[in-house]
């Protein structure tokens, strides 16, 4: 597919994806054509218009995420996780994803159980960024700080003990 037809497909498919969130292969479908447009971010040599187009499809992709888990609480969604990014783009991102974990951690009313599965998606999908971006575990103890961070390891260990871990 030429990158202008798996910008179509994500189009296409967007409508779909936001309607039924639950639907899984749709967003491994729209991550493989996720893939293939940040392919110019990993190739040496692309010039700088398709990694900058690259780089707004991949922000707007995951704005769009974000919106997602905001609107269905409690629905589990899934980005790629692989570090393609500068440092600087590293940080900006993963603070947004920190961010995300505060806000979904500080829930007023805890009468309804999608809160707390919220909270306990975004700690284990925190704990998975560890896995994959180790750098990640400094920045969740720098602005998280040490008791916040004890919670979202609680949070995660209350409902799944074995995912609960401290990187070495």
């Known amino acids: 597919m030429t990158i202008e037809q798996v910008l179509q497909e994500l189009n296409k498919s967007k409508r779909w994806a936001g309607l039924h969130v639950a639907d899984s292969s ?10 293939r447009v940040l392919e110019p971010l990993k190739v040496k040599g692309s010039n700088a218009n398709d990694k900058f187009d690259a780089h707004k499809t991949l922000m707007e992709e995951l704005d ?5 888990l905001k ?3 409690g629905r589990e969604l899934s980005e790629t996780g692989e570090s393609i990014f500068t440092n600087e783009e ?8 920190i961010h995300l974990l505060e806000s979904s951690m500080t ?4 009468k309804f159980e999608d809160f707390r599965a919220q909270a306990l998606h975004a700690s284990v999908y925190m704990l998975w960024l560890t896995k994959h971006i ?6 969740l103890e ?10 979202v390891l609680s949070t995660v260990d209350q409902e799944r003990p074995l995912l609960a871990f401290a990187p070495n």
């Open 64 to 68: 769009w995420n974000k919106g997602l």
């Open 90 to 97: 590293t940080g900006i991102f993963i603070g947004n994803e």
């Open 134 to 139: 180790p750098e990640v575990w400094s920045m």
């Open 71 to 73: 609107r269905y609480l």
């Open 26 to 35: 749709c967003f491994h479908y729209r991550r493989r054509l996720m893939l």
């Open 142 to 151: 720098e602005k998280l700080g040490t008791e916040k961070l004890k919670c």
């Open 107 to 110: 829930v007023l009313d805890n």
